[in-house]
């Protein structure tokens, strides 16, 4: 990745050797080491984290967009913003949340400019949906899902979700985020982000299951025209 220069910085002429040891040093950083370095315009430290989070950034992006070319943008983007902002970041979460906000917070970006649907994240929850009980029953996991072998099928109905519906089984059930975490992200309940997974898998087991008729009266269809010939 190439990383952006900020206009402020100063151009640093390195002796190629000193800059060879600098690389190889920053690839032993760990991540609170090159975070630091970053902050004091440290480019190799910079890599480093890119080196440490793309891969999962990108995952998130391609399981949102289910376009590559659209996931390798958005993945570019979001270290060029992050370069951009890495001296606000405080440590108040982890690092990996603070920047997966920002992956997702542009994906969401694109996605809208594409739809005319409009959607916000500061979306309040339902309130019928945050007593304890509740919360208890649509926390657990979804057998039927997990069950799911088709991955293509799978991705496909993930792809005819809502955004926010997507999103939430992308980080939770795809990325492993817990509740908590995907909360202090997107700046919604605990509630709110558990409502919107159960709405999610229910809506992706009709998606499934419309799949499955799909294929049976295929197959059935396929099977009677070889016997009627």
């Keep these: 990745m190439s990383i952006p220069r900020g206009k ?3 151009p640093q002429i390195e002796n190629s050797a000193f800059s060879q040891q600098a690389q190889r040093h920053t690839h032993d950083l760990s991540e609170k080491e090159a975070i630091a370095s970053a902050q004091h315009g440290s480019s190799h430290a910079f890599e480093r984290l890119y080196q440490l989070h793309s891969s999962r950034v990108y995952a998130i992006c391609l399981r949102m967009t289910g376009n590559p070319a659209e996931a390798e ?3 570019q983007d979001t270290f060029v913003m992050v370069f951009r902002k890495i001296r606000t970041f405080r440590g108040d979460s982890a690092f990996s949340t603070w920047l997966h906000r920002i992956a ?3 994906t969401l970006m694109r996605m809208r400019r594409k739809s005319s649907s409009e959607t916000s994240l500061q979306e309040n929850s339902d309130p019928e949906t945050d007593h304890p009980g509740h919360l208890q029953e649509i926390a657990v996991s979804d057998t039927f899902l997990t069950g799911s072998l088709d991955r ?15 999103l939430v089984v992308v980080l939770h059930d795809i990325q492993g985020y817990k509740h908590t975490e995907i909360a202090k992200m997107l700046d919604w309940s605990i509630g709110n ?5 159960h709405r999610a898998r229910a809506r992706l087991r009709e998606l499934l299951q ?3 008729r799909l294929r049976c009266n295929g197959s059935s269809r396929t099977s009677v025209a070889a016997v009627t010939t």
């Design 8 to 10: 402020e910085q100063e």
């Design 73 to 75: 943008d958005l993945l």
């Design 104 to 106: 997702v917070n542009l």
């Design 152 to 166: 293509l099928n799978l991705q496909r109905a993930l792809q005819k979700l809502r955004p926010f519906q997507k």
């Design 193 to 197: 982000s558990k409502s919107r997974l």
């Design 210 to 212: 419309e799949s499955l």
